[in-house]
């Protein structure tokens, strides 16, 4: 169950920074 909910992390995460990404612009190196 636990593997499952780690891949969708991995999968959304890409996802989750680049739309927070935009506003946390400045903090990405």
Do not use: E, Q
Request: aromatic letters at 10%; glycine letters at 6%; a positive charge.
């Amino acid at each position: 169950m636990f593997g499952r909910a780690i891949v969708l992390a991995l999968y959304l995460s890409p996802i989750y920074i680049h739309l927070r990404g935009k506003h946390i612009n400045k903090n990405t190196t």
